[in-house]
């Protein structure tokens, strides 16, 4: 891994420079721009979906052209699949060249984990422990894996973000809504 600042590429040239290297491994790549503010200023997104296979390499590919921004890490309960996306702005903090790059993968429920990335970005830690324990997808290689969101007594096999149905869920859940009940 490099890290030293490479010719900087468009939204274009960004997906390119993936494709290149994965091929077919990238599942699907979308290029998005709109604008916004009163200015209208123009921001470009970038939406990928890549096959898991690639998932670490993908993320050292993306640190060797140029280190980025890594804003959060979200995911999905897909049924028999978490989705997980990465969030990154690359060209962080150059007025209007940002490019916010999105990166999608899928963990199947049936082996659901997948490599850390604190090895390349250590901020991704707080984002990574969050997924463990509300969506129960196991990180290979996290530096701390304890909890950080759920108190201590909160069950180990029930994880709140998914859709499924998960035994003991419905005891734990308070519904702030309804009130005191008396």
Avoid at 37 to 65: A, P, Q, R, T
Avoid at 129 to 157: A, S, Y
């Amino acid at each position: 891994m490099t890290n030293t600042k490479k010719e900087q590429l468009d939204a274009k040239g960004l997906v390119k420079y993936f494709k290149d290297e994965f091929k077919t491994k990238i599942l699907k790549a979308e290029i998005r721009t709109r604008t916004a503010g009163s200015k209208k200023n123009e921001f470009v997104e970038i939406w990928m979906k890549i096959d898991k296979s690639i998932f670490k390499k993908m993320m050292k590919h993306l640190c060797d052209y140029q280190f980025p921004h890594l804003a959060v890490v979200s995911g999905n309960d897909l049924g028999k699949n978490i989705e997980l996306i990465y969030h990154f702005s690359v060209n962080f903090g150059e007025r209007f060249k940002e490019i916010s790059l999105n990166i999608a993968v899928d963990v199947p429920k049936t082996k659901c984990e997948i490599e850390t990335i604190c090895d390349l970005i250590p901020g991704a830690l707080i984002t990574e422990r969050e997924k463990q324990e509300m969506l129960g997808v196991k990180i290979i290689g996290i530096p701390d894996d304890r909890r950080l969101f759920l108190p201590k007594d909160f069950p180990e096999d029930v994880y709140p973000w998914r859709k499924d149905k998960q035994p003991g869920l419905e005891k734990l859940i308070r519904n702030l809504h309804e009130g005191v009940k008396k």
